[in-house]
């Protein structure tokens, strides 16, 4: 069974900043693109960031200039550096790969 792995999640005041982590099997990592997607309570899951495995990356608006996706080839591994953090960033966020592989969700946190 394919398992994607996250961490790095936690509780971080306003303005703080995060670097979550996605571990993906190596067959998988180097072929489909890898996403993040998080979920507030009560909201539906919304996409936040992705990256193929060429580096191409994709934001949603409400991210844009405050997170960075990037991946690391030797490491399988993908990153979401969240700087600038806001209240409204706090979600369970997850690791999405093929669109039905989901990693366990890691809790972030934005409050005073």
């Known amino acids: 069974q394919v398992q994607l792995v996250e961490s790095g999640g936690g509780l971080v005041q306003p303005g703080g900043s995060l670097r979550l982590s996605c571990a993906v099997p190596g067959n998988i990592f180097r072929i489909y693109a890898t996403n993040w997607y998080r979920q507030a309570p009560g909201k539906q899951r919304e996409f936040v960031a992705s990256?193929?495995?060429?580096?191409?990356?994709n934001y949603a608006d409400s991210v844009k200039g405050r997170f960075t996706i990037a991946r690391d080839n030797a490491k399988n591994t993908v990153y979401l550096q969240m700087n600038g953090l806001k209240p409204e960033d706090t979600a369970v966020y997850y690791c999405?790969?093929?669109?039905?592989?989901w990693g366990q969700g890691t809790q972030v946190t934005v409050s005073s």
């Open positions: 990256i193929t495995p060429r580096g191409s990356t």
């Open positions: 999405n790969v093929l669109g039905h592989l």
